[in-house]
């Protein structure tokens, strides 16, 4: 099972929205509804952002938002924020044997 | 509070073996399937192993099948990993992880296994 492909790094300014997309095959991504959003900060755990392609855990901001379009994933910020630096994470179920993928990460640079 | 607590990480030279526990705690452990997740330094998140409630379903990655065993023990709310054949890909922090069937919603801190000479 193949990685989840993500840009390595994207970034914004304060306020503004970015967009990071996750692209999979239709052995996951493509077959699931069932892409999860992880953010990681230096050094800390993940944290679930979105589940189900667009579902917030209780206590995530309304400005994380996640959808998807055949075999690509996205994960939407809006009114960047400092503290939203980090690396995200997508995360695709993939099957009975191989549950889980995992994206290669994408680092948010906040200018 | 939901809370996975890693234990048994350290410095082990090639071709060696560790055990890695994970307690868990706030929650009904019985009633959840595990993972073991591992990250490699300065790379990315990669899946390793998954164990269901009742241990009756068991899978491994194909970069550790053969040379890691998951297993659990509902009584004492713990989770286990068994590392044998180490090699310096190997080296990674490795994370307990809880899931809840359609997603991987909780995480320990991890603890870190170095293979290493």
Known sequence: QSALTQPASVSGSPGQSITISCTGTSSDVGSYNLVSWYQQHPGKAPKLMIYEGSKRPSGVSNRFSGSKSGNTASLTISGLQAEDEADYYCCSYAGSSTPWVFGGGTKLTVL | ?117
Do not use: H
Not at chain 2, 65 to 79: E, P, Q, W
């Open chain 2, 1 to 117: 509070e939901v809370q996975l607590v890693e234990s048994g990480g350290g410095l082990v030279q090639p071709g060696g073996s560790l055990r890695l526990s994970c307690a868990a705690s706030g929650f009904t452990f019985s009633s959840y399937s595990m993972n073991w997740v591992r990250q490699a330094p300065g790379k990315g998140l990669e899946w390793v192993s998954y164990i269901s409630s009742s241990s009756t379903t068991i899978n491994y990655a194909d970069s550790v099948k053969g040379r890691f065993t998951i297993s659990r023990d509902n009584a004492k709310n713990s989770l286990y990993l068994q590392m044998n054949t180490l090699r310096a890909e190997d080296t990674a922090v490795y994370y307990c992880a809880r899931e809840s069937v359609t997603t991987v919603t909780n995480w320990g801190q991890g603890t870190l296994v170095t293979v290493s000479s």
